[in-house]
């Protein structure tokens, strides 16, 4: 079917019926591969913070908070990588079941073939956007606050029935039971961490209150002994009650200061010198920082259309387009290999934030340059084709 007055066999100018049918497909293996990838992350990282979480004696409740608080952090750094496998594979199965023949026979030229790939870039740079320059660091925050709290939490770390728990070096703490009434029975407290004496206190019955100094543990009808290890001498009092403190044992909470990771993009290019002084940051770190998260979405663009041209150079096989995918892997790990780089040089030196576009830009030229070279075999055969006729007698 030839075009005619800005139609074609696919639809009308605008998002033709080939745009919408490929853009299905590539939203909807984005949503598969996103995922895919999304889970196998979230279990890797829940695996650690489970590890950590059950140390510290917190609950599932505490565990389920912070993993989806991480769940910003993960999509943003995967939705690029889903974005070009689901470029690969629609381009790939398109291919095999001879769809983009029949397109490219319809007068379709490498640059229109791509503008449903293009569609598909934008809608991944805008989720990408919205992660990094929003969800990310308000997650960040949130989650920042909720292991600063953790880690203030002495109740969650001691209180285990029945278990000698180690919360620090040089603590040893131990509970019989816990009432109902939130009563510990039988406790043993040892310090060790003073140089040159060990402390210990046992007492049939404490409770764990909150003080204008901190925490503290009131102990009733015990004792205390104090064992100097210079003198090899034990000292032993009995109590009716005995409060100790907790806090220093501990060590005090810093209150939680807000960074750059935990800032929105807002609120960092409007950021004032009272903002810039609690970040411990200047104008060129919080640049290279927005920059940074603005690099992020351009290049889930320009790696869509690498994955696409890469594959589109090959034209029809029925052994495959292995060699093409492999092509778009290497280049994706050429693109991936020059941002690392230029963002360790960025990192050292803030006021080079210019080159954390270079590789995306490289990239956007190397896809540009792939579908030139595929547009120019076929123009060879139509002219080689025209020449051999008109040589014909």
């Known amino acids: 079917m030839v075009a005619r007055n800005g139609q074609d066999g696919y639809g009308t100018t605008g998002l033709g019926r080939f745009d919408k049918y490929m853009l299905q497909q590539l939203l909807m293996l984005f949503g598969f591969f996103s995922l895919v990838l999304a889970l196998v992350f979230w279990v890797n990282k829940a695996v650690s913070l489970l590890d950590w979480l059950m140390g510290d004696g917190q609950s599932a409740s505490t565990f389920l908070q912070l993993t989806l608080l991480s769940l910003p952090t993960i999509l943003v750094n995967l939705l690029p990588i889903a974005a070009f496998a689901a470029t690969v594979y629609v381009t790939n199965r398109l291919s095999s079941e001879s769809e983009l023949v029949v397109v490219q026979a319809a007068g379709y030229s490498p640059y229109r073939l791509a503008r449903p790939v293009l569609y ?3 809608i991944v740079a805008l989720m990408i956007a919205v992660l990094s320059h929003v969800l990310v660091p308000l997650s960040q925050r949130e989650l920042d606050l909720r292991r600063a709290e953790i880690a203030g939490d002495i109740t969650a770390r001691l209180l285990t029935e029945g278990t000698f728990v180690h919360p ?3 603590i040893t703490f131990y509970v019989r039971n816990i009432s109902a009434a939130g009563e510990l029975e039988d406790v043993y407290l040892s310090n060790s961490r003073t140089e040159g004496e060990r402390q210990s206190f046992i007492a049939s ?3 764990i209150v909150k003080d204008e100094d901190g925490p503290m ?4 009808d015990g004792m205390t002994q104090v064992y100097d290890l210079e003198d090899q001498r034990l000292s032993v009092t009995r109590f009716d009650s005995f409060a100790y403190s907790l806090q220093g044992l501990f060590g005090t909470t810093q209150a ?3 960074s750059l990771k935990s800032t929105d993009s807002f609120d960092l290019l409007r950021a004032s010198p009272t903002l810039l002084e609690e970040l411990r940051s200047s104008r060129l770190q919080v640049l290279a920082e927005v920059t ?5 979405a351009v290049q889930g663009f320009a790696i869509c259309l690498i994955g696409f041209a890469a594959l589109l150079i ?3 096989s029925r052994f495959g387009l292995w060699r093409q995918i492999l ?3 290497v280049l994706l790990v050429i693109i991936k290999s020059l941002d690392n780089s230029f963002e360790g040089m960025i990192n050292d030196d803030p006021s080079l934030w210019p080159l954390r576009y270079v590789a995306s830009v490289v990239a956007v030229l190397m896809a540009l340059a792939l579908m030139w070279k595929t547009a120019r075999p076929a123009r060879r055969s139509r002219r080689r084709a025209k020449h051999g006729t008109e040589a014909k007698p």
């Open 205 to 207: 019955q404490a409770l």
């Open 292 to 296: 940074q998260r603005m690099n992020k």
């Open 217 to 220: 543990l009131l102990m009733f």
């Open 120 to 122: 598909f870039g934008v």
């Open 314 to 316: 090959g034209g029809f």
């Open 327 to 329: 092509l778009a892997i």
């Open 168 to 170: 620090v070096k040089g």
């Open 256 to 258: 939680q200061r807000r």
